[in-house]
């Protein structure tokens, strides 16, 4: 049977841009200050992710610095977690650096502390004086979104991209290396520093959080000479600033395929989704640096991936795949009303077998409401034209559980999807196969700084009976699956997408558990005492899933400036209860949602 020890070499053997490695291992003998780049979930899953392992190459091109990375440990291994690098335990490093991308993966921070053998709240660490903890860190978006259910965890968290972020960063914090584990006076002084010097840099044991008897959060006290507000910083131009893969493996979900970032934000401005809002203003890179960047690709494997949020938005994606020679090209995302028959003869050419089209409801009220901006013959043209080019097999992602979303409205995803198999079998036809619809039902879960961050989210028992109903009616429609989320895993990312610091107590707890969220959300908050450190307000089941936000609430995440307004984005709540779209964002040429401020946002909305 193979052994821990052995996977964890084979591993390493699998991952083929060796220069990177040999690079960061050269850099680890020659480092003032040295730091471990953990993603909280498996190696499978995080070196899938590439903005993990752009932050990697980021800190390892920092002078002075050395970055290994690590991971959560696969269910049969046991032991304290160590590096791909050396193997050296979390504890041997300067710095801890968790690069969180979801916030469902905040509940394997207490676990990763257990397997490095520290204490997870930051507060207990720093009572140890024997040469101090590693000084923890984090960032990512899971952190743009909302850091605070994770707050009594981390020093400093990093809000905003790493490429502006991480010079600024080191800037600051080098001059005080080696003294920064030396004593908690010393790491008090450097995360003062960070603070106030380097803007994105957040410091939550310097904001005390003052409760209402009813559990909501009354303000937000500053206990030190730092900002009341802490700025997302962000990359303007991209054009100079290219992100792909650092390292190939054929262990992802990608399996060897090199990865380039075409955009950062969306255009559209989903009300449900936040990688339309905190990325503000989208931005594209040029034609150019992505050539470059295929190039590179090309030289070490016959597979690209193009990444964004919305990559058919790219102006010159046709070009960009018409110029590619000898390479296979897939895509993370493409709207339905974006397909053209040059993009779908892209796919056919690449092999690509399964197309994801995402309608996200099943009616035209659900989608003006959203603000999706596609309507049901942009989802059956699409499909038309998928099928007739020789793609034979589709995903369709649904969300249920949307705000305002009725029976009927649940019945219409069923419906759409019937449709769409009509139409799928038409064209399939013709080709003398039929290929499989896959269906994926996707519980809504109110995001920070989205429209609908107010919005309350459907209890369990409301999920289930909606999932039940479109599986019903859809159980008999020949080739065609349906997969759905786990109705109480929702509600635990619905608590974790919204929570404030007090989630810190049940994360511990459901480790305590075992994973046992049933009784750990039975048991609610205060489970570990006054004494804690971690939740100073009475025993509350808040934050209740379920439950509606008013919009003058006291917000966990309210200390985090985006740039978009409160106000733009209570209006756009306001014109999803009146089931009315909004236009797209212009990109640097309006003040519409606070981000750019050249144009008086009233001029932007029309009926």
Known sequence: ????????????????????????????????????????????????????????????????????????????????????????????????????????????????????????????????????????????????????????????????????????????????????????????????????????????????????????????????????????????????????????????????????????????????????YVYR?????????????????????????????????????????????????????????????????????????TATIAPEAGSERMRRIISKGITQDDILKAVEMLTAGGILNLKLYFMIGLPQETSDDVEAIADLCKKIKSCFLESSRAKHRIGQITVNLNAFVPKPFTPFQWAGADDVPTLKRKITQVKNALKRVANVRVHADIPRHAQISVMLSRGDRRMSEMLLSAHHNNGNWAKTVKEGFGVRGQGSGVCPAPRTPYPVPHRSIPPDECLPWDIIAHGVSKSFLEREYQRAKQEKTSPPCRMNECGLCGVCKDTPAESFYHG
């Not at 040295?34 to 392992?53: C, D, E, K, R, W």
């Not at 002078?63 to 049969?76: K, T």
């Not at 380097?198 to 005390?208: D, N, Q």
């Not at 090209?329 to 779908?344: G, N, Q, W």
């Open 281 to 353: 203003p989208p931005r594209f890179r040029p034609l150019s640096l992505l050539k470059e960047c295929m190039q590179t690709g090309a030289a070490h494997t016959d597979r690209i991936g193009l990444m964004g949020a919305a990559v058919s938005d790219l102006p010159w994606l046709a070009q960009l795949c018409s110029d590619a020679e000898n390479v296979r090209i897939s895509f993370s995302s493409l709207r339905a009303d974006a397909l053209t028959p040059e993009l779908v003869s892209v796919l056919k050419n690449n092999a690509v077998k």
């Open 1 to 276: 049977m193979e052994s821990i020890g052995t996977r964890h070499i084979d591993r390493k053997l699998r991952e083929k841009n060796s220069f990177l490695i040999r690079r960061a291992q050269f850099s680890i003998l020659n480092s003032q200050f040295s730091i471990a780049l953990v993603y909280p979930n498996t190696y499978h899953v995080g070196m899938s992710n590439l903005g993990f392992q752009a932050v990697y190459a980021l800190l390892n091109e920092t002078e002075g610095v050395a970055c290994e990375r690590a991971f959560l440990p696969d269910s049969d291994e046991t032991g304290l977690i160590r590096t791909t690098e050396t193997g050296s335990l979390l504890s041997e490093f300067d710095m801890i650096a968790f690069s969180i991308s979801y916030e469902n993966d905040y509940s394997n921070l207490p676990t990763i502390f257990e397997k490095a053998n520290l204490p997870p709240l930051a507060s207990e660490r720093n009572r140890i004086l024997t040469r101090g903890c590693p000084l923890v860190i984090a960032g990512g978006v899971a952190c743009f979104l909302n850091p605070e259910p994770v707050a009594p965890f981390i020093d400093c968290f990093l809000i905003g991209e790493a490429e502006c972020l991480i010079p600024r960063f080191f800037e600051c914090l080098l001059p005080f290396i080696p003294k920064g584990r030396d004593t908690p006076t010393i790491r008090k002084t450097v995360l003062k520093a960070l603070a106030q010097h380097v803007p994105g840099a957040y410091i939550p044991e310097f904001y005390h959080i003052a409760y209402h008897k009813d559990g909501a959060i009354r303000e937000v006290e500053l206990l030190e000479d730092v900002p009341a507000k802490v700025r997302r910083l962000f990359v303007k131009d991209l054009s100079l600033t290219p992100t792909c893969s650092s390292i190939l493996t054929p262990d992802t979900a990608f399996d060897n395929t090199f990865l380039i970032e075409v955009s950062r934000g969306c255009v559209h401005g989903c009300r449900f989704c936040s990688a339309g």
